[in-house]
């Protein structure tokens, strides 16, 4: 699946989903249509990464059981990413200017974004575990430590566990939290905490997407099979 022709096309139809993201953002007037054309021309962008990189590696049927997993996991991935950024966005208004209406809209967009997360979370671990079974091999999990692969996608693992709790804290405690702090008009200590947490999922997030990147250049060892 991994041909000079097919990476060809993939290039060109993520140029071609940014460009239509561009126009969209540029020319329609309806926030909500153009926000879904964004979105889905940003989710087609970043599914074609996968022709670039390991999920591309396999043939035959097997090899679209991979490839698909792999763009169903960039694509989670980009809309984790991309919700942490918006979020952070929210919350980090300076206090001067956080009013009753700011709290209420940072509350509905953590709120909406719950049962969405379910969603992209649970996208993210079945696509990771199908694409880490495809790329590592089952006789290789037992020395996956002693690989500089193994290593980092080891490192990936337990930056993923912290923000997987981080991601449960925010919707079930601090969520619930801010709502308590907006009735109590208490709106300094609002999103104190909820600040504290979404930037240290960022942070893990970040350096995640930099291993990632790392492990794209390195050959998985079910390939030195």
């Known amino acids: 699946l991994l041909t000079g022709s097919a990476i060809a096309t993939a290039w060109k139809l993520r140029m071609a989903a940014l460009l239509g993201a561009g126009v969209a953002a540029m020319l329609v007037a309806n926030r909500g249509i153009w926000l879904g054309i964004v979105m889905l021309c940003g989710a087609v ?7 670039t990189g ?5 043939e035959a049927a097997i090899g679209w059981v ?12 980009g809309a984790w990413a991309g919700a942490l950024l918006g979020l952070i966005l929210l919350v980090s208004r300076p206090a001067a200017r956080v009013d009753a209406a700011h709290l209420q809209r940072t509350h509905r967009a953590l709120h909406g974004f719950g049962a969405t997360g379910t969603i992209v979370v649970g ?8 694409n880490a079974w495809l790329l590592i ?3 290789n999990v037992v020395t996956l430590g002693a ?24 919707r079930f405690r601090l969520t619930p939290s801010l709502e308590r ?4 008009a208490d709106r300094r200590g609002a999103l104190r905490t909820l600040r504290l947490s979404l930037a ?17 250049t390195l050959e998985p060892p079910a390939s030195a099979m």
Do not use: C, Q
């Open 181 to 184: 702090s907006i009735a109590a």
């Open 45 to 51: 962008a970043i599914g074609t990464l996968a022709w």
């Open 137 to 139: 091999g089952p006789s």
């Open 200 to 216: 240290i999922e960022s942070a893990s997030i970040v350096t995640i997407l930099a291993l990632v990147a790392w492990l794209g």
């Open 66 to 77: 991979h490839l698909v997993a792999d763009i169903l996991h960039l694509i989670a991935s």
């Open 147 to 170: 690989t500089l692969y193994g290593r980092l996608l080891l490192a990936k693992l337990v930056l993923f566990g912290p923000m997987l709790g981080l991601a449960l804290l925010n």
């Open 54 to 58: 390991h999920g591309a590696m396999d």
């Open 123 to 130: 996208t993210i671990v079945v696509t990771g575990l199908v």
